[in-house]
């Protein structure tokens, strides 16, 4: 979510309790120097609404206490002194710190506010002037089009990767249509409709049930997942992870400081070896078999290091757990999957550019897995 994105949020939410619109867009305006002043001005995600709700509590607390040290420090993120001397930001401040916490669960009911939903009906309508099959460019270039969009919209990027945000959106919508069965994903890098697809007429509103209706199939599945059953990614998608850094969070001081991320499994004599020199899960799992303990299926354990060879991708997104309560690392991927045999364990790595360390609570309890892909749970916050 971008910091534009969070102040639209909030004006919506605080014309709902002020008498006028102009009363919602001074509390904006005033908070958007707070935002400044506290150090945020790019993307932000679950992780940062915690600590920017404690910075908020403390700063409230100063403006309770006449702290005039940092209301002085303020001035210089404000044109005029206008929202500070009539009081417009000591006001807003009771409102945006209920409003973050809000954003937790402002998905639960109703229709859901998640960006790349704009993009269902389009897509539908572009694959049906397009015959009812293209490729994802060529869909991408129908829309843009269908709706005469601009080239900021077209061409606005995400994160220092650059990632063009319309494609991923729209490949996000076409996995969640693919998923309800409107278009056929049978066929890699061309996206076809269904007679199903063919006949339907999309609302944001029919959008927002099928994301809703999978959020909650693919959070049931999560733990029982197999192979056939991982949706497709598009080369441009970025995908985040939740990670367990050793048991404990053990290697997190290590692999913090060298810039890296690794996962283990790792076996006594020689090994589980090369990942890249497996061509499937499956083979992993027998291998891990004849290693361990025969009994055990390792059906979790070799879905970790098959996705984390495999599926993970430069670009994307690791959130780092400790327990099941907190997160207490959040980094970007940085480099393909590195096999290095010196070193004493973990010895599968990744290069990573880490943008987080410390301790926030975990939104509900993380998943026991080593390593899970929460794409699906989390995009629509997450961006």
Request: contains cysteine.
């Amino acid at each position: 979510m971008t910091i534009n994105e969070l102040l639209r949020k909030f004006e919506k939410y605080t014309s709902k309790k002020v008498n006028t619109p102009q009363s919602a867009n001074k509390y904006k305006n005033s908070i958007k120097g707070t935002l400044e002043f506290l150090g945020y001005n790019e993307d932000i995600s679950l992780m940062d609404i915690a600590e920017i709700k404690n910075k908020y509590e403390n700063l409230q607390n100063d403006f309770e206490t006449d702290n005039q040290q940092t209301i002085d420090k303020l001035k210089s993120f404000y044109t005029s002194d206008y929202f500070l001397n009539d009081g417009w930001v000591r006001a807003s401040l009771p409102h945006f710190i209920p409003f973050l916490e809000s954003l937790h669960n402002e998905d639960d009911k109703g229709v859901s506010d998640a960006g790349f939903l704009q993009w269902f009906g389009p897509l539908v309508d572009a694959l049906k002037k397009l015959g009812g099959s293209a490729t994802p460019e060529a869909a991408r270039k129908q829309i843009i089009a269908d709706l005469k969009l601009p080239d900021d919209i077209v061409n606005e990027t995400r994160g220092k990767l650059g990632n063009k945000k319309f494609d991923n959106e729209v490949a996000w919508a076409r996995n969640y249509l693919a998923y309800e069965g409107y278009i056929d994903k049978s066929v890699r890098g061309v996206w076809t409709l269904t007679d199903k697809g063919m006949k339907v007429a999309m609302t944001r509103e029919l959008a927002s049930d099928i994301f809703f209706k999978w959020i909650e199939i693919l959070k049931e599945r999560r733990e029982g997942v197999s192979d056939a059953e991982i949706p497709e990614r598009e080369a441009h998608e970025k995908h985040f992870w939740i990670m367990s850094p050793g048991a404990g969070a053990s290697k997190w001081d290590e692999f913090y400081t060298q810039s890296i991320i690794g996962i283990g499994f790792d076996f006594v004599g020689v090994g589980i070896g090369d990942l890249s020199s497996y061509s499937n899960r499956e083979e992993i799992r027998a291998k891990m078999k004849s290693l361990g303990d025969d009994t055990k299926s390792y059906k979790m354990d070799s879905l970790a290091l098959w996705q984390f060879f495999h599926d993970m991708q430069v670009g994307d997104v690791i959130f780092i757990k400790k327990g099941i309560s907190e997160i207490i690392g959040r980094g970007i991927v940085e480099s393909d999957y590195i096999y290095m045999p010196e070193r004493d364990e973990y010895k599968h790595i990744r290069k990573m550019r880490w943008t987080h360390n410390g301790c926030w609570p975990h939104p509900g309890q993380a998943v026991l897995k080593t390593l899970t892909d929460i794409t699906t749970y989390t995009y629509h916050n997450l961006h």
